[in-house]
């Protein structure tokens, strides 16, 4: 088992966001038809040769991304589609990246009753290792309590799922529930479910995973989560621009941490950085988000 940092998520996630001056997280969601040929060789009918690819590949990204972004996010199910030599990959992508000095944000979004909850909240604080993870709010405050009684136990990050980035979030999420969109109801719940772990830097270590791609809600939900940080999926390839990251962001410049995969991941395949060797072309698209990012809040 790695030993857990026992001090605030939101006072750790503050202080990295300043020591870079950037607001990037990097989605971990490596595929194998996409990775580079160095990496895929021999590895299209062999599950070990693949799994080590992604695990090569990974050390790899993080060690050009760690100098610019604050965090990575890797997405737990394209490490479990290699079944269980995918979560040894996951666990060791974890430890290179804390090694590098990165914050680890799980893409998990776990949430069950209390007893399940709270197995998920402590394997992904321990056996797995994340500063935060994602989290469904289905349950409610059952779902919930497990995961606020870790994180106020072992200083890790909880980010509620509240107004995601995918196009059709709407057939749930703006749901009128008591004349108001039930993404509301929840930014309410978020607030209240937060207010245990508040840190030094005048954040709650409990967030709201809100996309990039509905900047009118974002400006709503900011509103009723002053205290709380987003992590904004969206920006990038799926079509949010920096100018929509505006309403997730308070006037400090704090409050938000925004992600990109593919975009970052796998940059030499499109865009201003198609054709470039894969590491340059990485490392381009990583300075260039958080220089974007930064011009558009006025940092």
Known sequence: MISFAMDNFADRLVAAIGRKNSR???????????????????AENDIEAAGRALLDFNAKLIEIVAPHAVAVKPQVAFYEKLGPLGLVIYFATLKH?????????????????????????????????????TVNPFFGSDGIDPFVQ??????????????TSNPKSGEIQDLPVEGRPL???????????????????GYSSMGAVVGATHPAQAAEIRKALPQAFFLVPGYGAQGGSSADLKPCFNADGLGAVVNSSRGIIFAWEKGP?????WEKAVEKAVVDMKADINQALGI
């Not at 990037?24 to 021999?42: H, I, K």
């Not at 709270?118 to 797995?128: I, M």
């Open 183 to 201: 993404y509301l109801h929840l930014a309410e719940r978020v607030a209240a479910w937060g207010a245990p772990l508040m840190g030094a830097c």
């Open 273 to 277: 950085c198609k054709g470039m060797p």
């Open 97 to 133: 990246a804390r090694d590098h000095g990165l914050l680890v944000i799980g893409d998990v979004k776990r949430g069950d009753v209390p007893e399940t909850a709270k197995a998920y909240a402590e394997a992904h604080a321990v056996a797995f290792p994340s500063d935060a993870l």
């Open 150 to 163: 870790v994180a106020a136990k072992m200083g890790t990050g909880i980010f509620v799922l509240v107004k």
């Open 24 to 42: 990037v997280v990097v989605g971990l969601d490596p595929r194998l038809e996409s990775l580079p040929a160095e990496f895929r060789r021999g």
